[in-house]
Structures are given as structure tokens and as C-alpha cells.
């Protein structure tokens, strides 16, 4: 009995069919957590961006479509042609027209930083879209009804309404991302923008030639809808969003580390680290963090050291590693809080600021008529007689309702209806294939327009990243400044090849010699930001680069009034549309004058750099 029952509480011996069961599913449990290991890894390793970070890149995104539309300004000359032919305008009125333009843009920009730091950025942009549609749509409208024929005055109002409008929109979309971004991430947000900005006239004379070649009138009307409505959309998309509480630790750490070596006077090297960690890119963003904290007079006579703790030269701390400053200004070896008064009798600020005129003037010269120079090649090549402008702006609608309304009446003649519809048919022909030719010099305006376009946008990029390793490679952030002369000689060649004769004799040709305008002009607003922060501090850096970017509105005017006046006077009297039949002679010593400008430029930049800089030591520091 005993031992029924204790059979019977013994648990049955496992079969061997049991064994395998067990076995089988103890392997497949273990390779199964095998493979849940890794994944379960892979996603602590990518990580989701969190929802703060989420609403950072979709407002840089918005900021990234303003400024693909902000930058339309670049594209004045992918129609000036053809808006000087439906109005009767000379060259000179032409220019002013541009002119105009680029004013809006520049003077302006200043004025709307202040704006934005008070109301914000939706107001600014929501301004920017009403204005610009309204200037290029009355362009438009002005180019198809010819409205104030020989007259420059309303389309220079229009045109200067889309520079003030564009400079709305993409001031505030900067100033956004300048304020949302902290530290390496602000200089990398805010040159995406600058990119897109930089990259807008290619897109808008690319679209141009794809969906309205040789025609102007709806061309314009692209850009005024077209740019409306990228603004109103990034006015949805576009907030300035405060930084977490981890990214303001990180950024103060940072901050603290570097404030703390200068007040230790720990050695050069390492200080002149320090100095390299503020980058091109994020220097130059600090151009639209405008600051209401007190008058630009009050702290100019901040003390030294502080002024040391602020700048950016390498910084220099308190133990006697300062060099001795170079003649000329005693404190040009150091970086400065100062604007206003103080700023302009700067000699080094003088300097510079001759220096963007001299280029950018240059720059603006090609950029705002490289549609004239295009044009005037094109014809001169081909052959093309100047012609008469048609009164309906070079339209070929109104062509096709003359010919049907044509045969409509030759029809009712009766016996005559069919030879007179052979002469309207014909008649039709011959005005397609007088438009013909415009469709093409307007695809060749595309093509040189969106070269200077890429040309300036990488300019932009290109300089950022070779000032920072140029730095890195030498130790010393002050040695930043020996990038102007790249940029001036390349301002000189760009030049040179155009005074040349027989040199830029064709539309060919012209293409490479507008990309490297578009670089060096991009270049050098790349560059010119950070030496002025660098020179004179971060304390009233908006403001003194607001002082510095009023340059190209000096040297613009004249250099365009210059490319006008002479290219007028190689116009015939009896020419009905105002074009010149002589070829690149027809501008050629406006370049020889801009030839000797950047000429001066390089010598002016050779100066600026031994003055703050003097020869670099290449070598990499520990």
C-alpha cells in the first residue's frame, strides 16, 4: 500500500520525445532574446528626437522656405531685359530700378531686426508677403499693360517694395532661428537659412524656364504668388522657441569653462582653443540677435578685461600672452566693444568697410545686369537686329487673337477668305518666330542667373568651412582675417577676364565668369560678418554689422549708375528698343573701372591683415 502510494506521488520520469520538446523550445527562447538584444539596443541608440527638439527643426524648416522665396531680389535681372524693352527704358533707368531693390533689401534690415525682437516674428513676415505681392504683382501688371512707358519711377517703387518686403521676411526668419538654436546648433540652423536665401534666384529663374519661357508678364506673376505664399506658410511654421533646461546647462557649462581658463591664465595654446570653439557659421548668426539692453554710447569704455572675457581673438587672458599691437591704432590687437561714433573713426572699420564696397559694388554690378549682358551678347552672336518692342510687352497672345480675328473676317469676304487666311497664317508664323529668339536669351538670362545664384551660395558655405579649419590649423582665431584675400583676388580675377577684350564674348563663356562672381560676392558676406564680431565684440554685434552691410548701398548705386550711363552711350539714337549692337563693347570699361576697384581691394586686405593679424604660424596646435 505503502508503496502505491508513494509511486504515485513520484513525479513521471520525462520521455525522450518530452526531453526534445523542452529542449527545442529552450533554444528557441534563447535565440529569441538574441534577437530582441540587439533591437531593444538599436532603439536606445536612435532615439525619436523629443517633441521640443520636433518643433526646433519644423521652425527651421519654415525659415528655410521664407528664404528660398527672401533672396528673389537676386533674380531682378532674369526680366530686367524684358521689362526695359516693354517700357522703353535706358540702361541708366534700368538700374535704378535694380537699384531700388537692393536698397530695400539692405536698409531695411536693420530697421526690422528691432521690429521683430518686439513683436515677434509672424508680424514681419506677414508684412513681407502683402508687400512683396503687391511689388511684383504690379510689376507684372506694369510689364503686361505698359504702364508708364519710359518712365522708371513706378517700377522703382515696385521693385523697392519686394527688397523691403523680402528683407522682412527673412530678417525675421533668421532672427528666429538665431534665438531657438544655442551654441554650434545656432550656427548650423542659421547657415541652412543663409543657404536657402542664397539659393532663391535659382530656383525662381530654373522655374522660369521650365513653366513660362518667354514670358515675362506670368513670370513675375510666380514670383509675386509664389513668394507670398512661402511666407504665409512659414509664418505658420516659424516660431522662436526657448531653449530646454539641458541645452541652457550645456551652453552655460560651455560658457563657464571658457570664462574660467581666461581668468586662470592657463597657457596659450589652450587659449587660443577656446577661441576656435565659437565657429564662422555660429558668429555670423549672431548678426540677428538684436539687443534693446541699453544705448550704443553707454559702454564703449568698458574695461579691457571684460572686453577680453567677450571677444573672440583667441582669447587672451591676463598673464602677458597679448602682443604688442601693431602701429596704428593701439588697440588693434584687441577686441573691442564699441559702435557708433567710435566704430566709423576705427581705422581697421574704415577699412573694411572699403573693402565690401569696392567688391559688393562689383558684385551687385553683374548681378543686377547680367540679363543686359546676356542679352546684348546673345543678339550680337546671332545676328538679331534690334527690333521694335511690341506694344503688348512681347506677348504672343495678342499675335494669336490678330490672326484668328483675322481669318474671321477674311472668311466673311467670301472668294478671298482663303488667300487672306494663307497671309494671316503666315503672319502668325513670322510672330512665332519673332518670339522665338526672346525665349531664348530669356533661357540664357536663367542660365547666367542661376549661376551667380550657386555661385553665391556656396561662396557663403565654402568660406564658413575654410576660416574654421584655417583657424584650427594655426591656432588663433585673430589669423581669420588672412581669408580676405582669397576672397579679394578672386574678386580681381572675376573682374579682369571681363575687361579683357575678346575674352567674355559669348554666352558660353559668360557662364563661369558668373558663377565665380556669385562666389566671391557670397564669400565675402560670409567672411565680413565674423571679422566684425571678431574686431569689435559680441556686445553691439548687430548693430555694427547693420553699420557694415550699409556698403553695398554706397558702392551699388554708383557702380550700377556707372554700368548704365556707359552702356547708354553705345546705344544708337535710332536704336526703337534701347539696345546696344556692339557686343561686349557696349559695357566693356565699365568692367575695366571695376577691374581697378577690386585691384585696390586686395591691396586694401593686405593691409587689414597685417595690421590685425601679421604672418600666421602654420602650424597645428596641441
Not at 81 to 93: N, R
Not at 437 to 466: K, T, W
Not at 480 to 509: C, E, G, H, K, M
Amino acid at each position: 500500500m505503502a508503496s502505491n502510494v508513494d509511486s504515485s506521488l513520484t513525479p513521471p520520469r520525462p520521455t525522450s520525445r518530452t526531453r526534445r520538446a523542452l529542449s527545442s523550445r529552450h533554444s528557441a527562447s534563447s535565440s529569441s532574446g538574441l534577437h530582441h538584444q540587439p533591437q531593444q539596443e538599436s532603439r536606445r541608440r536612435f532615439k525619436m528626437p523629443s517633441k521640443h527638439t520636433q518643433r526646433k527643426l519644423l521652425s527651421l524648416a519654415g525659415s528655410v522656405l521664407v528664404a528660398l522665396s527672401a533672396g528673389s531680389n537676386y533674380a531682378f535681372s532674369s526680366f530686367a531685359p524684358q521689362l526695359q524693352e516693354s517700357l522703353h527704358l535706358t540702361s541708366t533707368q534700368l538700374n535704378v530700378v535694380g537699384v531700388l531693390g537692393n536698397m530695400g533689401v539692405y536698409l531695411s534690415g536693420v530697421l526690422w531686426g528691432r521690429w521683430v525682437d518686439k513683436r515677434g516674428p509672424k508680424v514681419a513676415i506677414l508684412i513681407g508677403a502683402a508687400v512683396v505681392l503687391c511689388g511684383y504683382g504690379g510689376l507684372s501688371l506694369t510689364y503686361t499693360h505698359s504702364y508708364w512707358q519710359r518712365s522708371a519711377v513706378l517700377p522703382a517703387v515696385l521693385n523697392l517694395m519686394t527688397g523691403v518686403g523680402n528683407s522682412a521676411a527673412f530678417t525675421a526668419a533668421m532672427n528666429a532661428q538665431a534665438k531657438t538654436w544655442l551654441g554650434s546648433q545656432r550656427g548650423s540652423a542659421t547657415a541652412t537659412v543663409l543657404a536657402g536665401f542664397g539659393l532663391s534666384a535659382f530656383m525662381y529663374s530654373t522655374l522660369s524656364h521650365e513653366l513660362f519661357p518667354g514670358n515675362t508678364g506670368d513670370y513675375l506673376m510666380l514670383l509675386a504668388f509664389g513668394s507670398s505664399l512661402s511666407f504665409l506658410v512659414g509664418a505658420v511654421l516659424i516660431q522662436i522657441i526657448a531653449p530646454s533646461p539641458a541645452e541652457e546647462a550645456d551652453a552655460s557649462a560651455v560658457d563657464d569653462a571658457e570664462d574660467g581658463a581666461l581668468e586662470e591664465g592657463i597657457n596659450r595654446p589652450t587659449l587660443a582653443s577656446v577661441g576656435r570653439r565659437r565657429t564662422s557659421s555660429d558668429l555670423s548668426a549672431r548678426a540677428y540677435l538684436h539687443s534693446d539692453d541699453g544705448s550704443p554710447d553707454e559702454d564703449e569704455g568698458a574695461d579691457d578685461g571684460d572686453a577680453e572675457r567677450r571677444g573672440l581673438l583667441g582669447g587672451r587672458g591676463r598673464t602677458g600672452a597679448t602682443p604688442k599691437p601693431s602701429s596704428g591704432d593701439t588697440d588693434s590687437q584687441q577686441p573691442l566693444d564699441i559702435t557708433g561714433r567710435k566704430l566709423i573713426k576705427h581705422h581697421d572699420f574704415q577699412l573694411l568697410f572699403l573693402i565690401m564696397c569696392l567688391i559688393s559694388g562689383s558684385g551687385l554690378l553683374l548681378i543686377n545686369n547680367v540679363g543686359t549682358v546676356t542679352r546684348t551678347l546673345y543678339e550680337y552672336n546671332h545676328g538679331i537686329a534690334p527690333k521694335p518692342p511690341s506694344s503688348s510687352g512681347g506677348s504672343a497672345l495678342a499675335d494669336l487673337e490678330e490672326a484668328a480675328a483675322a481669318i474671321d473676317r477674311v472668311q466673311a469676304l467670301g472668294q478671298t477668305a482663303k488667300r487672306a487666311a494663307s497671309v494671316a497664317v503666315d503672319s502668325f508664323a513670322e510672330a512665332l518666330r519673332k518670339h522665338e529668339p526672346n525665349a531664348m536669351i530669356q533661357q540664357e538670362q536663367a542660365h547666367q542667373v542661376s549661376a551667380i545664384s550657386l555661385g553665391n551660395a556656396s561662396g557663403r558655405i565654402l568660406i564658413g568651412f575654410l576660416s574654421d579649419v584655417f583657424v584650427s590649423y594655426v591656432g588663433s582665431a585673430r589669423q581669420r582675417v588672412w581669408l580676405l584675400l582669397p576672397v579679394t583676388l578672386l574678386a580681381f580675377s572675376s573682374q579682369v577676364v571681363f575687361a579683357l577684350p575678346n575674352t567674355i564674348d559669348n554666352v558660353t563663356v559668360l557662364l563661369p565668369a558668373s558663377f565665380a562672381t556669385g562666389l566671391m560676392y557670397g564669400g565675402l558676406f560670409g567672411i565680413a560678418p565674423c571679422l566684425t564680431f571678431e574686431i569689435w565684440g559680441l556686445k553691439y554685434a548687430a548693430l555694427n554689422w547693420g553699420l557694415a552691410s550699409l556698403a553695398p548701398v554706397f558702392s551699388g548705386n554708383i557702380f550700377n549708375l556707372l554700368f548704365g550711363t556707359i552702356f547708354d552711350r553705345h546705344v544708337p539714337e535710332t536704336s526703337p528698343s534701347h539696345q546696344c549692337p556692339d557686343g561686349e563693347e557696349c559695357y566693356r570699361a565699365a568692367f575695366e573701372i571695376t577691374a581697378v576697384a577690386t585691384a585696390l581691394s586686395v591691396f586694401l586686405a593686405i593691409t587689414l591683415i597685417f595690421r590685425r593679424a601679421g604672418l600666421p604660424t602654420l602650424r597645428r596646435q596641441r
